[in-house]
RNA sequence: CGGAGCGUAGCGCAGCCUGGUAGCGCAUCUGCUUUGGGAGCAGAGGGCCGGAGGUUCGAAUCCUCUCGCUCCGACCA
């Protein structure tokens, strides 16, 4: 992309209204603007940077064999009525009026769409098991949006839910989807510890929500410092395996982790005290297993092998995706920008034009554009006439991992620049090398 | 939902108290000079002062109502 026939509307001074350090840094990037009140539009730079989380949660969701569908945004209020949801969820429920009066809702949540979809279609245990997935927008009336899309209240959510024949089949998918968890959060770039939490008004036993340690974080937690040291990395894992599954969640919740909510101060204390940690955290995802509550009451029932119709064990689990785009920038950036993973970067590359109209840099530069589009790593030139000072600030603040710097003087000596946007370590070398580089 | 604020140009703000027909910086556009970390000079465009009523010869300014937004708290997958 070239940056003169981009929109990317930056802007040099922070919005009023922004508190937080991402809040501050999507309106200063041109990432999104506000439409009202906890909703916002997505500009093309905070756009890509979505769509990129999303893709790298669809593809952990498919590699452990979940399958993505698309449920509506608008649902209707009797199926909420059958759950005996309607009432229970509280003004947090965008209800809505059709014109023919009928009672609708935005959904802030899919249980009950999911649960009557399969009990439509599946009757037989040898169905089972099947995990139904998408990526929608959700609607949460918020009494107090804040934060930008930290605490929206229309956001993007990725909400699964799993089908099976018994509650031993449903806590295997419970620690499968812990692993998916794990792998999505580490290949965003983050450290997400689950934590033993509350339930709410999904409801169920079994609950662990993932939290990302930052200072602007809403949650306290508390946990044991040797959790940090883990991470789930590139290992192999069969899916379909009770045992490696289980392995997992035990190796990664057996330490002391809670939210204030379920935090418990005598076992706390019993972790020696140089371990004992409390911190804030952003709440990124949580997983659900919460057995017949939604089967029974709205009749999602299979057969089973004796002929005896049983209501289904189901969990769900959620990732906040547009809130991992705050959430991201909260862990990752410094006093002049973004610095985005490459995993979710919206460009692999800035090209750096620094003095647009000189013959040989503007040949370089064109050249370098095209080698490392074709080379698939996405580049953003910065062809603007501009001054070499505002187009590094443009990089720095939007976040590049990679800035390739190309300028009459170096090409002089037959050099120009490439910087790592992480570490600001720069290094002088050839055009050629400097694209072997990046293409590597 | 309790408390506190704020709505004036795309963004950041002044003007309001003490009414007289709107201003500054950044951004934008034009020209010239500049050109390796957010350039300088000169000029230009852009506003029904959130909305509706009221008071007044006259309202951004005073009064009433209303809408929107933000912050603190409570609340909250």
Redesign the pocket.
Known sequence: MRLSRYFL???????????IVSHRLML?AGMIR?A????YSWLPLGYKVLRRIEDIVHEEQQRAGHIPVLMPTIQSADLWRESGRYDDYGQ?MLRIRDRHERDMLYG??NEELITDIFRAHVGSYKALPLTLYHIQW?F?D??????GVM?GREFL?K?GYNFDLTKEDALHAYNRHLVTYLRTYERLGLQAIPMR??????GGDDTH?FLVLAETG??EVFYDSAITDLTFGDRAIDYDSREECRAVLEEFTSRYARTDETHDEALFNAIPEERRKSARGI?V??IFYFGTKYSEPMGAMVTNEAGERVPVHMG?H???VSRLVGAIIEASHDE??IVWPESVAPFGVGIVN??Q?DAAADAACEDAYAKLAAAGLDPLYDDRE?????K??????IGLPWRL???????AAGTV?L?RRKT?E?QELSLESALAKLTA
């Open positions: 509307p930056v802007l040099k001074e922070t919005p009023a209204e922004a508190q200063r506000q009202s009140a906890g909703i947090e802030p949540t959700k949460r918020e009494v107090r949006p804040r934060f605490r959510m909400d939490a509350d339930s709410g008004p999904i929500e809403e949650s709440e995802g949580q769900s959620g990732i906040g002049k920008g620094l003095k109209g501009e001054r070499a000072g505002a590094f600030a443009t990089m720095d603040l710097t190309i300028g009459p003087r170096g090409l620049e910087t600001g720069t």
